[in-house]
């Protein structure tokens, strides 16, 4: 499913929360659903249990497979948990900005897990600086946890302080809150990350996405509302809709690039979305060749759509070598050997004398796709049209995309017939912007990435 | 492309060879050509680099990108190289069985890299012991190291006591040779195991698949003939045939599982092959259906063949999680949780409400195939056909395929209308054993596992 | 020198600091001084190097040569740089409480590494709590750091700041802080641990302990007076005393345990306070004996003055196994082996016969002893009489030294002659309390953990 | 005790094997004799423990405490086991060369660890290579196996196989062999290397070292004999004494460094031989000066024995930091810190003024032993007197000490007023060549090291 042309460049999250009413193994829950969530971040994990007041955390640099040994689950024990899979870019520091967080506060312990960011993280660093606040990570869940603590010394609940806290913070943010008796899951007013709730037996379960709930065969119970507070102890589920009624801002990328493809986002499947983005690239750019193929694993999807719409076959091009991990060793510039080949090979029977429609999720700088269609063609494929399931980026994101700046954007510089050359297709077409709106069902959605159109202001000037 | 629904059943190996005449770090093109072959063996691998009569060795139980750092790689320096990928199903002492296998000898140092089983090597052990040998090893790649050893005494070259190795050894071998100035390239007679040579500007490459030749950007030369024996030194590359001759017996499921399907063995695309099983599959077992899903990865290919056969549209109906790795702790007993829907989740918005034919490669145990198609119809598909792009399993293998022992065999105990009901499918087929023949070009082949006929005698018992 | 008959008792910790002025390599001085420091704390260490306001910082669990790899101090750039070395108790979450703690704050980046204990850190977490403040680890450190960047937004400079700070902790500090320009140190108006200021060339050091400055060859400058800030800056160094003038309260220990010999602490040596430690136990003790050993390495210096007062020959009686490191394997208890005896044996055939004066410098749960002496005369040993270069422990220390519960303390229940049945000796005697004074020279002393006498009140309640 | 002025340049081995007949864990045991051994190899170690005819063993670079852990030590089970601790100056492929060696032969299993280096192993080799043999390490002990192999065809048992093995051997072994059924002892003729008999309860050990049966509490039985073979079944413990009677060349080295103080070699204690050792020297080279020390750890004992003799009291002028370990990472050349004073200080309190005798076990290349007096002037000594307890290293070493070669030797280019120039002391003196004998107790012994009078010729030319 999970990275395809331009592998690297995103930063997203995934969180999860598990409140036990059965006697279940949390930290070992916990780990089946990040090891779910593990295409929303493979940089970082790590998991906070709550036992009668105690936390047992442990995380650290790694995929959750390498992080977690037997030993370590078997001593996170309690009976409610939260748990955080992290990417980012920045390669330093990193494990001191690995969550969930966790702090003592006013009230016993707070932890917290966050997906997404905040756009007044900085005002609000420099407000709580000057009020003598210390910050010992780079994370805006640092802030929020500010706020919580502060708030909670007014307030009569944690929930109530989260309450007020969502009338400072701006942004995206889906979040997981953890305190001595209480599981809580929030999702800022825009909703602009998924959230859902799960239920094992009378166990509940919040997570990213569906798929984290379907490894641990729970049943799907709805997703959070934008705006919503989801409060879960011995009372069961109960839910503050202060925030809510605000206009969805779903991120549209979720559907495109982030989910796994057996998730289901606020009632879309995401495999479905990203056929449908297949079909109306097909309707939108439609060529006449011999077969449709997508680049793996992000452009997988889309191709199958492009092919039900065109009758034009679906087959496969390119091989992708799954053994790659975090400590391969590149090839020196010496070699000669572009990265790419090695984790992609053509199928060279496959697609020799064959005209080929190439489907991938995004073009961002270029050089994979040139390098791809480049192997395409040596091995004898007579055209290469390629095709793009989400129009070109042109603006960045403030909402937990990372989208690399404007000046290594293919697309702020060049027009479509230059970026045709560049990267030596034969034809090139990006779905249509205004066609963005049928990739997310009846859900209101944010694509500024493409349009410019931040749905709130950014208050933060960019560093 | 690489392990299905038997996943760690199987027991292979992947060998290469370097003979650099350009001044490539042969460490790193080494590398880069295990890594392509990781698909063949993941417990262990290692390499030997000849510097100057002098090798510098590294191996270690691990996948190719965690055994080799920066650090070891910048210290394995020389001119000649081979390496090895491995897989096994015994658990202990296996650091020591790990490949390539380092000796001195009578004439400097002699390394080795093996892939295949003999049948005789447990009789020409015991002559061994018997003459006063020792084994350090329990592999059979040990038993050769000292044949030639011992033949390089009365002969007047390392090829020479390798040809003559040959008329004692029985057995499936594809190997790699390397002595203090030349490095060999040797198939059995049978070519029960591929091997391929490949040309990197002036340097020679030996390789278990071609995609190892791809990785490197190398030209593919030609595969090395079943008994030929390749040197290559400075003179460049010459050929020895007096073993050559004797009738092809190409493991078959090298075509139907083992290989990449981006490569090409004995002149056939193992991709093309795969397709082809599965149209042939479609036609000797066709129904009415109205998605046609594979297996990932080892039944995506047949899947593709049965659709455009059958002319019933193919789809995802399973997603599979990528990370699960080496390290993953499975979920234990009391979690309830199969450790097939870990790996596998269902594409539920796309299965729901149909008729699915499910194609995978093979079936052994059964366990899991049921699992899967639990799954599928708990997802609310109406109907399932399993179809298998092989026959069953019904013999043991003794040239380098783990298949279990009979007991574990579902086909050898069941009728294939019991294993339908076993594993809960609608309707069940397997590519008639007649028609492997197809999935192997002009090749000759061996399909023992299926017909037991075996090609050689079994000279071992059994332990 | 470090570990005597307690061992893994005592909760201590180092610290260092580097201000560069000619270009030396900052973190490669810090780890030289941490290494010097290591017997005050292994199992955790860190650094944190400023380079121009950007922190770059390392800490884990482990010994300071298994911490820091090459590659490690290779990223650690920067021209001021702290240090510090752990040790605790407790074993969960301490990757957490390593230190040095490193935070932003109103004016920038604020690291601190903290020795000692506060007596009233739970009451000012409490009213922190109460304002908002969240924490993150269990350290008192991270107390101070918040009142630290509360009082920076109130005054003009981070020394006035700490100034302010001094006023609100009570208790032991020996403090390093680093802020974005300067380097500063601070120790306790009690002066219960120590702190130093060396100087190399143009550069400045300030370390626990003056065997830190030896290590790098720098000059010993003078110790940090108790109640003094120094600050170091690009102006050089100079030195706030509003809080000095208090009588000193050096703990006591510090001669007697914890320091290295060859450390000279406010003045006095520490080999010499230890061997006068002996000569006043000869006198206070004397007994008609062969042999004065030492338990290695603790009891060694005043085994050394006992022989020197009483003129019985000095020997070894004992051998010490040093590489029973962290990670050794303790044998079960059905193997019946003392784990004292792994690491401790009898020179058999130096004590054989012999009248043997056994010298430590604590007695605390008692079974080390009785183990070491029942060796001795299973060797041969005619008479064992044990003497203590230290008074018995009767209290708990809230200064830093982890002295274990009254329930575990043999003195607290046992009368002298009671303790010397336990322990077997043919006599016994300690260090009488009157005349630990001799032990500090000049120096005013904390020696509460044998009088009760706490020099100031201890204001948080036990939990 | 272990490591003195020339640390790193000795190779030296240490063996165990334990028989296990009272149901003893034998891997736990195993790892404590190797524990207690350690001093004699720290590079790597590995035991082999036989469970009915199978092996289970774990070797690898490291120390005990390093390569050992509880999981791998609970999976080593059986009733018979060896272990080997080893150190040698190459840094590469060691691995590979770590024991004990384990092969399967004509007769099962046969393993074995070996202290000593033959004077014959080339041209044995040369020997064995001719006949087809084949080498996968470069340490002896695979020769010595390879002729037991052979031997075993032609003999009824192993002892006796290996009774014809050593009219073949020559030098320096003292091996552990552990065949299917029986633990085999063997001392070369001349008595090179010691090793002894212990016995717990009804169970039997062989050990380098006494101290390796004092840590397991087991009673010490007897030495091995020079020449003789101890064979441990289930019938008891037997002898063969085919190759005794020849005279006795222990290594005088062994007393004088490499063993444990706490060790009795040949009914000598270490201890005792050292002490007499610094009596000797005081008679030799008297002095009138304030205070005898030791360079720690390898001079302690002989400073010891001076200052008994000479009357001049016995102190302390050096602390050795014992925390440098494996992974110290050495400071560069611009940090212009000499690596011995990393590890060795002076204690300038207790030198200062005073005219000093430093007693140390050799000197090698002298850059140590000028460092230190470097050290201890600028302390404030007023002289430095070096004795050294042994005399000067002229001839390199065929036994399994790792002299370095006659171009390092201080002593080979220097007489002895030009070495204490060199080093910087005011006097000078060794131990009389001629006084070395009274060291070794009524054994006979091998000083060829000093003499160049090596006890049986030399038969492998050097490479």
Not at 156 to 183: C, F, H, W
Not at 330 to 335: A, F, L
Request: net charge negative; charged share 25%.
């Amino acid at each position: 499913m999970i990275k395809g042309c331009f592998d690297s460049l995103h930063e997203e999250c995934g969180v999860i929360g598990f409140y036990d009413n059965n006697g279940y193994d949390v930290a070992s829950m916990i780990y089946l659903g990040l090891f779910a969530l593990q295409h929303r971040g493979q940089e970082s994990c790590g998991m906070a249990i709550n036992d009668d007041n105690h936390i047992n955390q442990h995380k650290d640099l790694g995929l959750v497979s390498e992080v977690f040994t037997k030993d370590i689950l078997s001593r996170l024990k309690g009976t409610i948990g939260i748990g955080h899979v992290r990417y980012s870019t920045c390669g330093i520091n990193t494990r001191e900005n690995a969550q969930p967080l966790v702090s003592q506060y006013v009230k016993g312990t707070l932890s917290m897990a966050h997906n997404g960011n905040l756009v007044n993280a900085m005002k609000l660093k420099s407000e709580l600086k000057a009020r003598g606040s210390i910050f010992q990570t780079s994370s805006d869940t640092e802030v929020i946890m500010h706020l919580a603590a502060i708030e909670r010394t007014k307030t009569k609940s944690i929930e109530e302080a989260m309450e007020n806290v969502m009338t400072r913070i701006k942004g995206a943010y889906s979040l997981v809150v953890m305190s001595p008796r209480k599981l809580i899951g929030i999702r800022d007013p825009q909703g602009f990350r998924p959230l859902c709730i799960g239920k094992l037996k009378d166990s509940y379960i919040l997570a990213s996405e569906t798929c984290a709930l379907d490894v641990m065969n729970a049943e799907f119970v709805r997703d959070v509302e934008p705006g919503e507070i989801v409060v879960i102890d011995h009372n069961g589920l109960r839910s503050i809709k202060a925030h809510c009624g605000q206009p969805k801002n779903l991120c549209v990328f979720e559907y495109i690039y982030f989910a796994r493809p057996d998730s289901k986002i606020d009632g879309v499947s995401v495999h479905e979305s990203r056929v449908l983005a297949g079909k109306l690239l097909a309707k939108a750019h439609p060529v006449d060749a011999d077969m449709v193929i997508g680049v793996p694993d992000s452009g997988i999807n889309a191709a199958e759509g492009y092919s039900q719409e065109s009758g034009i076959p679906y087959g496969y091009g390119l091989v992708k070598n799954r053994y790659i991990g975090r400590t391969f060793i590149q090839p020196t510039q010496s070699e000669r050997i572009e990265s790419v080949h090695i984790k992609l090979n053509v199928l060279k029977s496959n697609v020799e004398g064959k005209r080929i429609v190439m489907v991938d999720d995004s073009i961002v700088r270029g050089t994979t796709c040139a390098n791809i269609i480049k192997m395409l063609k040596e091995a004898g494929a007579t055209e290469v049209h390629m095709r793009v399931s989400a129009p070109p980026f042109l603006w960045p994101c403030y909402f937990g995309t990372d989208i690399p700046s404007k000046k290594d954007l293919i697309a702020c510089h060049n027009s479509i017939e230059e970026i045709r050359q560049l990267i030596g297709a034969d034809s090139l077409g990006f779905l249509p912007a205004d066609q963005v709106k049928y990739l997310c069902g009846s859900n209101g959605y944010c694509d500024a990435c493409f349009s410019g159109d931040y749905p709130i202001p950014i208050e933060d000037i960019e560093e």
